[in-house]
């Protein structure tokens, strides 16, 4: 019996084991043969080591392909602590060659780490100092690439481009606007390790980096350059408080050229102030239009037709008494009997108080809300302002008056510039925008595409037609001559502001603007610039800003390939304008002929025959008076 029990238990602790045994044996075959990848990878995991290789950021570049920032290979030192043998010699080499204290460099080389990057003094190496840190061959010393952020064109475009981080991250502007797409995903290099940190005899793995998505914008550099050049002379000249000049193309929404100054140079950033650094003035400065606004009232008195441009006339004594308040215009004496069309030529104050009244403040702010004042114009770029417009119940007569040639109302530069926009393509507001695409790296395939985004619809394209007409008439025979250019239809506003602090208006301190359309017939490009507190210099926006504008315009033109249009209007001649002529038609006629048609102009001949077979300049063409027009004779 007790044998037999005995047998029992060796039979039941065999089957045990025999069962443990299967178990084993089919435990051991889910590993070998199914769990392997995953648990390999545990192993790995455990094993390996990686040395960051930082992918490129995407390129940022102009609407032709020009590349506005750009990315440049660095070195940036990586330490494996327990890796490294000698640790006191390789401290003191390295703090020699980086120009750090021992001290510093210990707490990199001592530090209880797996994997130690040294910073800020190993980040961004330049080429000698990683040539003589390679030249050491520590073991535990590494080199790794580095991506470093690049602005070829320094300061160019600098507050909508913005700036990065040391550690490449987006931190102002487009880079950090658009940061999740221009951001690559880093690689590395695999080694593989024991739990001590020494390294395994196996095969390296290299991990490619993913550069990041590439930027094409609005901006056209030919057009940005001339921006950044006429405001560094506006800086050189006057010395302003600030000065600022933004392009749109009407049609589209999109920005052309932006730019301002104060500015900066993304490429060494640390260097200015934060104030500096977050302002993008365009965007985010507001401050009262003064007559520019005027574009806007005289809009919606045509469209509101309270008001006939050439017929109604308007006498302007040189001030008006609005509720015991004189407002005056600026030219002492007035301007007496005018057109409408003649008022804003003028710039007229209390022309437009009558508007105003014309209009009464249900429908003149009905207009200023829909031209997008008083909230963000939504373009996507970071740091916008709104504006501040009077509450509809807390406007009086004053407010009503004052508020109709752009003062006691506080608007943005891209406000304005969307706003006279919809005033002259045909009565469309569009949102503004400078990001055309974003794109792989790589392929070049378009992964996301940016359009026109059109808000609403304003005025009609009757009024702005008339709208097109009545500023070019200010460009020819008022207040914008200065910006006139001959064979070219430009209509415009200038606008002299003055500026308030601590709700009282400063003396001698004027914000003077001009706002420009070109061509006017047909618009490819809305213009503004506007100057801050100008020093030395005439406190009249005509005298300061429209020659600048001029040369501008004249790089606009140039960059969009405007050709010369027929019909536009003559120049009324100021004393300091000279005469000129338009030539005439003379190839065929006699030498004799020819003189009774060219009587203003000096003559030179070529050839001795007795009739004209050729001429330059080509009729059509206008020459000062006297200028010299050869012909070619048979």
């Not at 000698?128 to 790794?144: R, S, T």
């Not at 606004?293 to 006339?313: G, N, P, R, Y």
Request: hydrophobic content about 35%; proline content about 3%; overall charge negative.
């Amino acid at each position: 019996m007790f044998f037999k029990k005995i047998d029992e238990r060796i039979k039941l602790l065999f089957l045990i084991m025999l069962l443990l045994f299967i178990f084993i044996i089919l435990r051991v075959f889910y590993i070998q043969m199914i769990d392997y990848k995953k648990l390999n990878k545990y192993a790995s995991d455990l094993w390996s080591r990686d040395l960051p290789i930082e992918a490129n950021r995407g390129l940022i570049l102009d609407r032709n392909g020009v590349v506005l920032a750009d990315n440049l290979t660095t070195t940036s030192l990586v330490l494996i602590p327990n890796q490294i043998k000698n640790k006191k010699e390789v401290t003191q080499k390295l703090a020699d060659i980086l120009g750090v204290t021992f001290e510093e460099m210990k707490i990199h080389v001592y530090k209880k780490t797996s994997i130690e990057r040294v910073h800020p003094e190993g980040r961004r190496l330049s080429y000698d100092i990683a040539e003589k840190i390679a030249a050491l061959e520590f073991d535990g010393v590494y080199l790794v690439k580095e991506a470093k952020r690049y602005y070829p064109y320094g300061n160019i475009l600098s507050h909508s481009l913005g700036y990065v981080g040391i550690d490449n991250q987006g931190l102002s502007g487009l880079e950090l606007q658009y940061d999740k797409y221009l951001t690559g995903k880093s690689g590395a290099i695999k080694y593989f390790s024991d739990a001590k940190g020494n390294k395994l005899n196996l095969s390296d793995l290299y991990v490619e980096p993913q550069d990041g998505m590439n930027l094409t914008l609005t901006i056209d550099i030919n057009i940005q350059k001339s921006l950044e050049r006429e405001l560094d002379n506006i800086v050189d000249m006057f010395s302003p408080d600030m000065a600022l000049a933004i392009v749109m193309d009407p049609k589209t929404g999109e920005i052309l050229g932006m730019g301002s100054r104060p500015d900066y140079d993304p490429n060494n950033y640390q260097n200015f102030s934060q104030e500096t650094l977050s302002r993008n003035l365009p965007i985010w400065s507001s401050y009262e239009p003064g007559s520019t606004f005027k574009i806007i009232t005289t809009a919606s008195a045509v469209e509101e037709k309270v008001v006939d441009l050439e017929k109604d006339h308007f006498y302007d004594p040189g001030s008006v008494n609005v509720d015991g308040s004189i407002l005056k215009c600026w030219k002492a004496g007035g301007h007496g009997e005018q057109t409408f069309l003649q008022v804003l030529q003028n710039s007229c104050n209390p022309g437009f108080v009558k508007l105003g009244q014309l209009l009464g403040k249900e429908r003149l702010f009905s207009y200023i809300d829909k031209f997008g004042f008083g909230e963000k114009t939504g373009i996507d770029l970071n740091g916008e302002g709104e504006g501040i417009i009077f509450n509809l119940d807390k406007v009086g007569n004053v407010e009503l008056s004052t508020t109709a040639f752009g003062q006691g109302v506080s608007v943005t530069p891209i406000q304005q510039v969307t706003a006279v926009s919809a005033v002259v393509n045909g009565g469309y507001l569009n949102k503004p925008y400078i990001v055309k695409n974003i794109a792989e790296k790589e392929t070049n395939t378009i992964i996301k595409e940016y359009s026109t985004t059109q808000v609403r619809k304003v005025i009609s394209s009757e009024t702005s037609a008339i709208m097109r007409h009545a500023l070019e008439s200010v460009v020819a025979k008022g207040g914008g001559k200065s910006a006139y250019i001959e064979g070219y239809r430009i209509g415009g506003k200038t606008g002299t502001a003055q500026k308030v602090k601590d709700g009282k208006y400063m003396v001698g301190n004027y914000i003077m603007s001009f706002m420009s359309v070109v061509p006017s017939n047909d618009p490819e490009a809305v213009f503004y610039l506007a100057i801050d507190n100008p020093k030395n210099t005439a406190l009249l926006s005509s005298y300061t800003t429209t020659p600048i504008a001029r040369r501008i315009l004249l790089d606009i033109i140039d960059a969009l390939g405007i050709e010369k249009q027929e019909g536009e209007m003559e120049k009324d001649l100021e004393w300091t304008d000279k005469v000129t002529y338009k030539v005439p038609n003379v190839v065929g006629k006699s030498v004799e002929e020819a003189k009774k048609l060219l009587p203003n102009f000096t003559i030179e001949y070529s050839g001795n025959g007795d009739k004209v077979v050729e001429q330059s300049p080509a009729a059509g063409e206008k020459l000062e008076d006297q200028g010299t027009i050869r012909l070619l004779l048979n």
